[in-house]
């Protein structure tokens, strides 16, 4: 494993790979690793000849300075994570490497942008689109992995694939979850022993409501999800929204689509926690 941190080493490197005729898969991360980034390494490395992967704090996609400043950083920690994995180049840039003019791009996503995560997190998904853009024309994958849980991001960077017309597939990836259900993810290092003890009442809310969500008007799912965790101690939805899994539009009625999500974000404490639950799909795969 060769570890990365200038463009121009990145792309001499694999240079000579690709003259050897080898298929790369790329892994964008932030760092803080755990077995729900393994799960996309494996993926990536069962799929192509080659796998990349990332590790970039990305300032421009965090609205609230104190989010990035908590974000958890370390580095060491990650290269020997990724060290037992199937990653075979990790890059790890600086934000200058990344940035060296500020990128002032305004991506146009329609409405994916407008709800849940955008709205209460503006400008986020412009700094994601500018972020993996920059890094898609860095590494010039053949195939890049996300996970499930950032669903709505999964949207915006397959909408952004397409508008720029890259010719990367991107492939979705399940959620990855501790035994206790909570959805994996780098902010729970974050999380006091009560919250972390807490935490995974989103997960096991979610998952109760789905056996009777189709018996059930939509409204009533969602005040019973809310009110189930805005009940526990220290911890506040921010919103739960049941959506259109293609347009992120809100639903009414269980018969209005095909591919019908819930998807959330709570605050146990500062501390940010998103996941999502599928409540009906039929015509995808993931």
Known sequence: MKVVKTVEELRETLEVLRQE??????????????????????????????????IFVN????????????????????IAFLDTTKCNIIFAPSVEE??????????????????????FRPGHFNGVAQVVSRLFNMVKPDKAFFGLK???????????????ELPIEIVPCPIMREDSGLAMSSRNQLLSPQQRKNAPVIAQ????????????????????????????????????NIVNG??????????????????????????RLI????????????
Request: aromatic share 10%.
């Open 98 to 119: 990344v940035y060296p003019d500020e990128d002032k791009r305004q991506f146009d996503f329609g409405d994916l942008d407008k709800v849940m995560e955008g709205e």
């Open 275 to 286: 996941d999502n639950v599928i409540y009906k799909n039929i015509s995808h795969e993931c």
């Open 205 to 240: 809310t979610l998952f109760e409501s789905v056996n009777f969500a189709p018996e059930k008007p939509v409204h009533e799912v969602i005040n019973f999800v809310t009110g189930r965790i805005n009940e526990v101690e220290g911890f506040e939805v921010e919103y739960f």
């Open 150 to 164: 950032d669903f709505q991001q999964l949207a915006i960077i397959r909408k952004m694939a397409r508008d720029l």
């Open 246 to 271: 293609d347009t992120l539009m809100p639903v009414q009625d269980w018969n209005e689509c095909d591919y019908i999500v819930g998807c959330i974000a709570v605050f146990a404490g500062k501390i």
């Open 59 to 78: 300032p421009t996609q965090f609205n609230n300075p104190d989010d990035l400043t908590r974000y958890p950083r370390d580095l060491d920690t990650d």
């Open 21 to 54: 005729n080898k298929y790369v898969g790329f892994v964008p991360t932030m760092g803080a690793l755990h077995k729900g980034h393994l799960s996309l390494v494996d993926r990536a490395g069962e799929k192509c000849d080659v796998v990349v992967v990332s």
